[in-house]
């Protein structure tokens, strides 16, 4: 059965240091997502990406944030600076024609 | 704005019921979602019901929506200990959003003593 894949599984960082989160979405899917969830605390929405651009981003989504298509499988979020409020488990979600979104198994952000 | 809320807690026996419930605000919402995250890992689809349905049965899930209400729950028949985990309810935005953006609930821990 298809499924999302995200890597790594875990990604521990130092403050201000760039990372880039991963992810391969199903592969006839057509639209994507990025979430994340705060230790104890709901999953919240980031961004959703759509024909090779920003369809809908959060408040959270700021201009640390970026998000890339750069081939035609892989699906990346990259934090320019990280901050310590940035550790989370970071979720990648991607659909097709329905709307039911599919998630990987995520990776968990430690910022130090 | 839009807000999904669940309690934070479920304890049952093995074997018996269990009924998980979860408020939203959003009536525009199209799908409802119900996702189970076990430890340590990600978000497992376990079943969704259209806005224009009351109810939705799969296998040993049961899906109600009152949308008078706005409250969904989800029934588990013949709880097993490896349905402990914690069950997330979700709601596409609605018209807030053309995206199909989810807004989760806080999940609810399942727990299921032998």
């Known amino acids: 059965e298809p499924e999302v894949t995200q890597t790594p599984s875990h990604q521990v960082t130092q403050m201000g240091q760039e990372v880039i989160l991963r992810c391969v979405p199903i592969s006839n899917h057509l639209y994507f997502y990025w979430y994340r969830q705060i230790l104890g605390q709901k999953v919240e929405f980031l961004v959703s990406?759509?024909?090779?651009?920003?369809?809908?981003k959060s408040e959270i989504f700021d201009d640390q944030f970026s998000v890339e298509r750069p081939d035609g499988s892989n699906f990346t979020l990259k934090i320019r600076s990280t901050k310590l409020e940035d550790s989370a488990m970071y979720f990648c979600?991607?659909?097709?024609?329905?709307?039911?979104?599919?998630f990987g198994p995520g990776t968990r952000l430690t910022v130090l | 704005g839009e807000d999904v809320e669940q309690s934070l807690f479920l304890s049952v026996r093995e074997g018996d019921s269990s009924v998980i419930n979860c408020t939203y605000t959003?009536?525009?919402?199209?799908?409802l979602y119900w996702y189970k995250q076990e430890p340590g890992a990600g978000l497992q689809l376990l079943t969704y019901i259209f806005s224009n349905m009351d109810m939705k049965q799969d296998q040993r899930l049961t899906v109600l929506l009152n949308k008078k209400d706005k409250h969904l729950s989800l029934r588990i028949a013949d709880t097993q200990t490896g349905d402990s985990a914690i069950y997330f309810c979700a709601e596409t935005a609605g018209s807030s959003s053309n995206t199909g953006k989810l807004i989760f609930g806080q999940g609810t821990t399942l727990q299921v003593k032998p």
């Open positions: 979600a991607s659909s097709g024609q329905s709307d039911t979104q599919y």
């Open positions: 990406f759509y024909n090779n651009e920003i369809s809908e």
């Open positions: 959003d009536s525009s919402s199209t799908y």
